[in-house]
């Protein structure tokens, strides 16, 4: 008999396995999206629908993909399927920068000595192959985090389409006047041979020898003060780069600032007076008596000698001297600083550089004539000490420039250079003010910034930055391919010759201008504007590779002429305010007159858990494709989503553990839900919302309402707040309440009854809700879950190809304000829900005083006043079910809402009923199954009779 009994239980049957087994089972997934070509299947799904632009931020092709850049994909993955599923057409094209110096460099130490023997070209060939490989490395490990996109045609930076795309972005600069070639101090790297722009530069400390030096005045000093008539007087300076000084030019003063003649020892010193005390401190100034004093400009173009060369120093006046430290005057080498360079320019000072390009000062004194600066440092210092110029050295340690790429510290040099100017006019402007620099400053108002502090970043970035220095002098680029007039040295700017340029780079590629090709492009009997000759050569120069990877969305556009333009959204890390954003935006504003994106969105940095940046060198690194070969890519995935990534986020082992067990739980949920829907078809047995369960109503109210929530989260892309919406959802609205109380009508009920197909109607819209709301974040699960759930009308083969489900389809009521969805209904089960609550803790205690055992060997009184009384009297015959137990009694308290809920929990009168473990007192009432009780004895006849 027992037997007989547990077979008309209906207990969940599911093939949908318990255990997730993610590492053995993503790989075949991704192997049918492979064979499927589902993005390809997604792409015609939303063929016509409003079109939404996320365009990707090109990863350096140098080395497998991090936790840092698994955060940014799937935080772009998560965008682009939440706006498919959303009823937009948004494709995801990835891309690669693969041109630079961190390719270049490692190609370098590879080939060795053996690279001075080889051509440019098979250089560059040395190098494609190693982007080329990391390229396909990176692909396919974002293909294994789940990430949908392109990948069978990506853009990269090395294609000639692209480079064809580089080379017309310069030459629209280029034939608008923006553009020019000049010697100008740029920060020069030395151990890499080459300019670097502003954005390449990270700074670091670093110790470097400080030394106060004197500067002899030559010129009459009562033209300062008459108190310094008959004075030997000079001023002193201050500098942490004492190599700079056998290029010193000038020493420059504040206009504004109160200086001071300090003498001591029968001498004159004249310096800033808010750091006299100081200066006289460190220079060991016996007694200092303050002679006069003065504003800076008095000291304009009155001359100094140079410490130990037979060279006049010019007196200037610069604003940007400081009075924080130092003395207040700056040694001024135009060869070796912007702003200097500047002073330079307004005095008309030399700034020829004597520092070649691998940091080797040359032309001056057999003391550091060959060595490098820093090796020239101390010889210097001797060379000033021995001549009497210097009053005091010491070390400091200061924030210093270093480059980004090979950590080592960089200078200022002069070179030549190519530059775009911030100060040229736009065309078409209606004023000399609206210049590439005023017009960017005034579109970057319309972007929508996020956070909002990128706006005040950029701008404070644009406001200030010098012109953009788009050379270097490497192999690895897009060349910057201009003829130069041999005789002049002037570059030639003719459009037509420009087009025709651009043409073989889009038929050939770059590597054309290191080929004869491109000499057939200059027609017999082309003359230089500026001298007339007819000789020209090519420029080696490249282009800056920020220009290149700004010119993305440019080259995008032009491969895929639908796309509108601007794109929707760029999301990148912090640092690309100094990078990406900025020649993005700078390539757009000088081909489009506009920004190329209108919401640019910043994720935070990824640290450990002790706050330090996670980096293979320090050995803290968590390796997404690890984690997935370990625990799976979908924790991975679900890590980024639990996560506020606009702040600094922490990623561990630990942590991915963690996420891995919140994983369990939801997919537990899912498991809930399949096993429970084995014997349901919708087409036949979905209940109507009108019909079903009070509790079934009520529960698909609130997954209307976590779906609305979703959906919102969605469109901000705050993905943790999914996240944590999820887990509260799953954890404590189904598992602890919904489907604990609802085992007692599934199992136990007639198959086909009314109350069953209610709550089976119910699960499965919830499924199906849930499956669709979490398919852009767990895309796996999602897919994996959607080949098990019932098959309906009209259904996707992928979960991928479906839409987020609408408030009328999650309630399956063709009217989506259903009145079982109002305020009152919410508010009563609220009630409802918090009554129970009582009941379990009430239930708790009997159980630990060994009262009862389970609850259902229980029988609870409970003692309300109105207005709860009426409500738990509406649901009387339901809050056995409600509090899991075999009887509920309710009475009437004196009051009105003001004295709480009573509850008693007493043992439950009569005996065990065989079937659903519930106790009655009508047990053995039916001779045919003497052990049920009335409920299970009628569930029983039903079911014979079927």
Same mark, same amino acid.
């Given at each position: 008999?027992?037997?007989?009994?547990?077979?008309?239980?209906?207990?969940?049957?599911?093939?949908?396995?318990?255990?997730?087994?993610?590492?053995?089972?993503?790989?075949?997934?991704?192997?049918?999206?492979?064979?499927?070509?589902?993005?390809?299947?997604?792409?015609?799904?939303?063929?016509?629908?409003?079109?939404?632009?996320?365009?990707?931020?090109?990863?350096?092709?140098?080395?497998?993909?991090?936790?840092?850049?698994?955060?940014?994909?799937?935080?772009?993955?998560?965008?682009?399927?939440?706006?498919?599923?959303?009823?937009?057409?948004?494709?995801?094209?990835?891309?690669?920068?693969?041109?630079?110096?961190?390719?270049?460099?490692?190609?370098?130490?590879?080939?060795?000595?053996?690279?001075?023997?080889?051509?440019?070209?098979?250089?560059?060939?040395?190098?494609?192959?190693?982007?080329?490989?990391?390229?396909?490395?990176?692909?396919?490990?974002?293909?294994?985090?789940?990430?949908?996109?392109?990948?069978?045609?990506?853009?990269?930076?090395?294609?000639?389409?692209?480079?064809?795309?580089?080379?017309?972005?310069?030459?629209?600069?280029?034939?608008?006047?923006?553009?020019?070639?000049?010697?100008?101090?740029?920060?020069?790297?030395?151990?890499?041979?080459?300019?670097?722009?502003?954005?390449?530069?990270?700074?670091?400390?670093?110790?470097?020898?400080?030394?106060?030096?004197?500067?002899?005045?030559?010129?009459d000093p009562a033209k300062i003060d008459p108190a310094l008539a008959g004075k030997e007087v000079s001023t002193i300076?201050?500098?942490?780069?004492?190599?700079?000084?056998?290029?010193?030019?000038?020493?420059?003063?504040?206009?504004?600032?109160?200086?001071?003649?300090?003498?001591?020892?029968?001498?004159?010193?004249?310096?800033?007076?808010?750091?006299?005390?100081?200066?006289?401190?460190?220079?060991?100034?016996?007694?200092?008596?303050?002679?006069?004093?003065?504003?800076?400009?008095?000291?304009?173009?009155?001359?100094?000698?140079?410490?130990?060369?037979?060279?006049?120093?010019?007196?200037?006046?610069?604003?940007?001297?400081?009075?924080?430290?130092?003395?207040?005057?700056?040694?001024?080498?135009?060869?070796?600083?912007?702003?200097?360079?500047?002073?330079?320019?307004?005095?008309?000072?030399?700034?020829?550089?004597?520092?070649?390009?691998?940091?080797?000062?040359?032309?001056?004194?057999?003391?550091?004539?060959?060595?490098?600066?820093?090796?020239?440092?101390?010889?210097?210092?001797?060379?000033?000490?021995?001549?009497?110029?210097?009053?005091?050295?010491?070390?400091?340690?200061?924030?210093?420039?270093?480059?980004?790429?090979?950590?080592?510290?960089?200078?200022?040099?002069?070179?030549?250079?190519?530059?775009?100017?911030?100060?040229?006019?736009?065309?078409?402007?209606?004023?000399?003010?609206?210049?590439?620099?005023?017009?960017?400053?005034?579109?970057?108002?319309?972007?929508?910034?996020?956070?909002?502090?990128?706006?005040?970043?950029?701008?404070?970035?644009?406001?200030?930055?010098?012109?953009?220095?788009?050379?270097?002098?490497?192999?690895?680029?897009?060349?910057?391919?201009?003829?130069?007039?041999?005789?002049?040295?002037?570059?030639?700017?003719?459009?037509?010759?420009?087009?025709?340029?651009?043409?073989?780079?889009?038929?050939?590629?770059?590597?054309?201008?290191f080929t004869a090709e491109s000499d057939t492009i200059l027609s017999a009997g082309t003359k230089c504007p500026h001298?007339?000759?007819?000789?020209?050569?090519?420029?080696?120069?490249?282009?800056?590779?920020?220009?290149?990877?700004?010119?993305?969305?440019?080259?995008?556009?032009?491969?895929?002429?639908?796309?509108?333009?601007?794109?929707?959204?760029?999301?990148?890390?912090?640092?690309?305010?100094?990078?990406?954003?900025?020649?993005?935006?700078?390539?757009?504003?000088?081909?489009?007159?506009?920004?190329?994106?209108?919401?640019?969105?910043?994720?935070?940095?990824?640290?450990?858990?002790?706050?330090?940046?996670?980096?293979?060198?320090?050995?803290?690194?968590?390796?997404?494709?690890?984690?997935?070969? *370990? !625990? +799976?890519?979908?924790? #991975? &995935? /679900?890590?980024?989503?639990?996560?506020? @990534?606009?702040?600094?986020? =922490?990623?561990?082992?630990?942590?991915?553990?963690?996420?891995?067990?919140?994983?369990?739980?939801?997919?537990?949920?899912?498991?809930?839900?399949?096993?429970?829907?084995?014997?349901?078809?919708?087409?036949?047995?979905?209940?109507?919302?009108?019909?079903?369960?009070?509790?079934?109503?009520?529960?698909?109210?609130?997954?209307?309402?976590?779906?609305?929530?979703?959906?919102?989260?969605?469109?901000?892309?705050?993905?943790?707040?999914?996240?944590?919406?999820?887990?509260?959802?799953?954890?404590?609205?189904?598992?602890?309440?919904?489907?604990?109380?609802?085992?007692?009508?599934?199992?136990?009920?007639?198959?086909?009854?009314?109350?069953?197909?209610?709550?089976?109607?119910?699960?499965? *819209? !919830? +499924?199906?809700?849930? #499956? &669709? /709301?979490?398919?852009?974040?767990?895309? @796996?699960?999602?897919?994996? =879950?959607?080949?098990?759930?019932?098959?309906?009308?009209?259904?996707?083969?992928?979960?991928?190809?479906?839409?987020?489900?609408?408030?009328?389809?999650?309630?399956?009521?063709?009217?989506?304000?259903?009145?079982?969805?109002?305020?009152?209904?919410?508010?009563?089960?609220?009630?409802?829900?918090?009554?129970?609550?009582?009941?379990?803790?009430?239930?708790?205690?009997?159980?630990?005083?060994?009262?009862?055992?389970?609850?259902?060997?229980?029988?609870?009184?409970?003692?309300?006043?109105?207005?709860?009384?009426?409500?738990?009297?509406?649901?009387?015959?339901?809050?056995?079910?409600?509090?899991?137990?075999?009887?509920?009694?309710?009475?009437?308290?004196?009051?009105?809402?003001?004295?709480?809920?009573?509850?008693?929990?007493?043992?439950?009168?009569?005996?065990?009923?065989?079937?659903?473990?519930?106790?009655?007192?009508?047990?053995?009432?039916?001779?045919?199954?003497?052990?049920?009780?009335?409920?299970?004895?009628?569930?029983?006849?039903?079911?014979?009779?079927?």
């Open positions: 008999m027992q037997l007989e009994l547990k077979a008309t239980i209906n207990l969940p049957k599911t093939a949908f396995p318990m255990k997730a087994n993610l590492p053995q089972n993503e790989p075949k997934i991704l192997a049918r999206w492979e064979e499927t070509r589902i993005y390809d299947h997604i792409r015609q799904a939303r063929k016509g629908s409003p079109a939404y632009i996320l365009h990707d931020g090109p990863p350096y092709t140098s080395g497998p993909i991090h936790l840092g850049t698994a955060l940014n994909k799937c935080l772009k993955d998560f965008i682009v399927k939440s706006k498919t599923m959303s009823g937009f057409d948004a494709p995801y094209v990835p891309g690669w920068d693969c041109h630079g110096l961190p390719i270049e460099i490692k190609v370098d130490k590879e080939l060795g000595g053996k690279k001075l023997q080889m051509r440019p070209i098979d250089v560059r060939a040395e190098c494609r192959k190693y982007a080329q490989k990391f390229l396909e490395l990176q692909r396919q490990q974002f293909k294994r985090i789940g990430v949908f996109g392109r990948f069978d045609r990506p853009y990269a930076t090395m294609t000639p389409q692209y480079e064809s795309v580089v080379l017309s972005t310069f030459f629209s600069f280029y034939e608008n006047g923006f553009v020019y070639k000049g010697l100008r101090a740029v920060y020069w790297c030395m151990h890499d041979e080459t300019a670097l722009a502003e954005a390449e530069v990270e700074y670091e400390n670093h110790t470097s020898p400080t030394v106060w030096v004197k500067y002899g005045l030559l010129d300076i201050w500098t942490t780069t004492p190599w700079t000084l056998p290029a010193s030019m000038a020493v420059a003063f504040h206009p504004d600032e109160d200086y001071v003649a300090l003498e001591s020892g029968g001498e004159v010193y004249v310096v800033a007076s808010k750091l006299a005390n100081d200066v006289a401190e460190k220079c060991n100034l016996s007694a200092p008596r303050e002679l006069a004093h003065f504003a800076g400009r008095k000291i304009e173009r009155l001359n100094f000698q140079h410490p130990f060369l037979d060279r006049k120093i010019l007196g200037v006046l610069a604003d940007y001297v400081t009075m924080d430290t130092g003395t207040g005057v700056v040694h001024t080498a135009p060869s070796h600083g912007a702003e200097d360079f500047m002073t330079g320019v307004k005095y008309g000072l030399d700034a020829t550089s004597n520092v070649d390009e691998k940091g080797i000062l040359r032309n001056g004194l057999p003391e550091y004539t060959g060595k490098r600066v820093w090796d020239a440092n101390q010889p210097i210092i001797d060379l000033l000490k021995s001549r009497g110029a210097l009053l005091h050295a010491e070390k400091t340690v200061h924030s210093y420039p270093h480059c980004w790429r090979c950590h080592n510290p960089v200078i200022f040099r002069a070179t030549e250079q190519w530059f775009i100017s911030m100060e040229t006019p736009m065309p078409g402007g209606k004023a000399n003010d609206d210049t590439l620099r005023s017009r960017t400053l005034e579109e970057i108002k319309h972007v929508k910034w996020d956070p909002a502090w990128g706006e005040e970043r950029l701008s404070n970035m644009l406001a200030t930055r010098p012109d953009w220095c788009i050379s270097r002098q490497r192999v690895w680029g897009v060349p910057i391919a201009v003829f130069l007039c041999e005789s002049c040295g002037k570059p030639l700017n003719d459009p037509a010759t420009n087009r025709k340029v651009v043409e073989l780079f889009a038929r050939s590629g770059a590597d054309a201008w001298c007339g000759s007819t000789k020209f050569e090519k420029e080696t120069d490249i282009f800056d590779v920020w220009l290149e990877s700004g010119a993305s969305y440019l080259a995008l556009v032009g491969d895929e002429p639908t796309y509108p333009w601007p794109s929707d959204l760029y999301l990148e890390g912090g640092d690309q305010y100094r990078g990406w954003f900025q020649s993005s935006l700078l390539c757009a504003m000088g081909t489009h007159g506009t920004p190329p994106y209108k919401g640019v969105v910043t994720p935070g940095w990824t640290l450990d858990e002790k706050g330090q940046a996670l980096s293979k060198s320090r050995g803290n690194d968590v390796d997404p494709v690890d984690i997935a070969g *370990r !625990i +799976g890519g979908e924790v #991975v &995935r /679900l890590w980024v989503a639990s996560v506020d @990534f606009r702040e600094d986020v =922490v990623g561990s082992e630990r942590l991915m553990q963690t996420v891995a067990e919140n994983y369990r739980k939801i997919r537990n949920t899912f498991r809930y839900i399949l096993g429970n829907l084995g014997d349901f078809d919708p087409l036949t047995d979905a209940v109507p919302f009108e019909r079903m369960e009070a509790l079934d109503q009520y529960m698909l109210c609130q997954t209307a309402a976590f779906a609305c929530d979703v959906r919102a989260s969605y469109n901000e892309f705050a993905f943790h707040k999914i996240y944590h919406r999820l887990n509260h959802f799953c954890i404590v609205d189904l598992s602890a309440f919904y489907f604990d109380v609802l085992k007692d009508r599934l199992y136990i009920s007639a198959p086909k009854s009314q109350g069953r197909r209610s709550a089976q109607t119910a699960i499965w *819209r !919830i +499924g199906e809700a849930l #499956v &669709r /709301l979490l398919a852009p974040i767990m895309s @796996f699960t999602s897919e994996e =879950v959607w080949n098990y759930l019932p098959k309906s009308t009209g259904r996707c083969e992928s979960v991928h190809l479906a839409l987020f489900p609408s408030e009328a389809e999650t309630l399956g009521a063709a009217n989506s304000a259903n009145k079982s969805c109002d305020d009152k209904s919410g508010q009563d089960w609220a009630t409802l829900r918090a009554v129970r609550d009582e009941v379990l803790k009430a239930l708790e205690q009997a159980r630990n005083s060994k009262l009862i055992g389970t609850g259902l060997e229980a029988q609870v009184h409970l003692a309300a006043p109105d207005p709860v009384y009426s409500l738990l009297a509406e649901y009387a015959d339901q809050l056995r079910y409600l509090f899991i137990v075999s009887a509920a009694k309710l009475t009437q308290a004196s009051g009105n809402g003001t004295g709480g809920v009573h509850v008693e929990v007493k043992k439950a009168d009569g005996l065990k009923c065989e079937r659903c473990w519930n106790y009655s007192t009508r047990v053995g009432e039916d001779k045919t199954y003497p052990t049920v009780c009335e409920r299970c004895s009628a569930v029983l006849k039903e079911i014979g009779a079927s």
